[in-house]
């Protein structure tokens, strides 16, 4: 299905992505059919793809739930197409790059997916939600969070990306700034009162979906919890999943 957009409208059966977040195929397959029916998808990230490579992806695709396959990808236009156009085989759901890489980096991206209609959502990483005001003037970027991840979620819309990664806190800001269509991919998710760990920018998944947010990125807080499938659906049930 087409959005009004012209982008890809993709219904999971739930918003939540278990960020799986480990070096092991074996385990990673199995938690990810452990949690079929209690979140709409996985994602895999620099730790298991470095450790596991394509094939690694592949198994756990396997499992039968969409992957979102977060690379966040920064480097030259040609390199960061490659990559893209190399991670089209896969069939994932998801991809990411980050916005700091500058326009023509993003739209040789957009270009190199394809037709917005048919490809993976594109997504700019905006502020990493570990960064606060400080870290970001340590880099020498001026801006608070806020401002930043503003500005570069609207770079990406213009260039023709699908959607950004950004912190709970700028959801509505985003929103208001790119459009209904763009598609708001949100990690920096914690359950009330649990440890945020290196996270700095938080909300809970009800205050996120609240906001506006399309998909929750939720790692350790299911990941590390004794029992993951309980802990994936008191989070679900939370925001009525
Ligand atoms: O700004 C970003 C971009 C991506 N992530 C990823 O999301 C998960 C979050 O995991 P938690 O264990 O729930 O903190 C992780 O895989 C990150 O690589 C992010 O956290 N922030």
Partial sequence: MIDPTGRRT???????????????????????????GLVGG????????????PDGVRKVAAAGLPIFLDLKFHDIPNTVAGAVRS??????AMLT???????????AAAE???????RPWVLAVTVLTSLDGADLEATGVASDPMAQAVRLARLAAECGLDGAVCSPREIAAIRAACGPGFKLVVPGIRPAGTAAGDQKRVMTAAEALGAGADVLVIGRPITEAADPRAAAAAIGAGIGA
């Fill in 10 to 36: 993709v219904t999971f059966a739930n918003p939540i992505f278990c960020a799986v977040d480990r070096p092991d195929v074996t385990g990673a397959a199995s938690l990810a059919r452990s949690l079929d």
């Fill in 42 to 53: 996985i994602k895999l990230g620099l730790e298991f793809v470095t450790a596991n490579g």
């Fill in 87 to 92: 991670s089209m085989d896969l069939g994932t």
């Fill in 97 to 107: 790059l980050h916005a700091s890489g500058g326009p023509a980096m993003m739209r």
């Fill in 112 to 118: 190199a997916a394809g037709s917005a209609e048919k």
